[in-house]
């Protein structure tokens, strides 16, 4: 038995990375996995990964999988995949809001049609996911929407900054992720009794993925500083199937959620940790 049978579910930016890693655990946890991306056929993108690569590997792992090329940047597309789930499973149980996008480029640089585009995908598709989720799982009393943040989230703190180099280009998805935090604590009470479960996760360490190592945010794909990509996804699969009252509203990390539920043996790393030099978490995870 697994722990998503009969579930329908969907994940954003499942052509690599941590969304691709979520949609093969879901679909080996008995979901079908519906796979959104841009990115259809190896090549259309200059980082590996694509939704072919990604539906293969659902399938090799016993699971089912839909894929759907959407740009979940444009209204219009986040309804195309909402209906191409109630279209070919009758249901939505669980919605994972992994796509990202952002560029590193200091505020002053910051082009508008980018910073527009950044947010859309970032902050307001998973808003419109989840407005358009949210009527056909309160209907069944039952459903999980799972946000995938960062620890950009956390700001530099109050200045002076003397000793502290900038982390250029990170204030607009920092900024974006905060919000998404708080969009996820208010969106859990708005629809905790329609039995819907809403909860925002981060890396408690940067992700070696394509594009982490394109960004230069970790060395490479095996960078022994980096969390492995299969901790995320099995974080995003506790708190999709975790009973509500446990964990709706949680803005967590991914180690601390996993070792508190007894999923993660060994020490935990990286934000949150208590660990010299790391970082407490956001002041959304802390409630």
Partial sequence: MGKLDGKVTIVTGASRGIGAEIAELFGREGAKVLCAARTVHEGDHKLEG????????????????MPIAA??????????????????YGQIDVLV???ALTYFI???EYALNRWMRSWAVNLHAPFLLSQLVIPHMAARKSGSIVNISSGAAIGPGRGPYEDMPPFIGGTCYGAEKAALERFTQGLAQEVYADGISVTAVSPSQVVPTPGTVHHKLVEGMDDPKGEPVALMAQAALLLATEPLEKVTGRVTYSQLILKEFGWLEGEV???GSGDAGTRAGSGYSLT
Avoid: F, M, W, Y
């Fill in 97 to 99: 809001n992994n796509a």
């Fill in 269 to 271: 790393k990286g934000i």
């Fill in 106 to 108: 200091p505020i002053a």
């Fill in 71 to 88: 740009d979940v940047s444009r209204p219009e597309e986040c309804e195309k995949l909402v209906q191409a789930a109630l279209d070919g």
């Fill in 50 to 65: 694509s939704l072919d690569k990604t539906l293969a590997a659902v399938r090799e792992a016993g699971g089912e999988a």
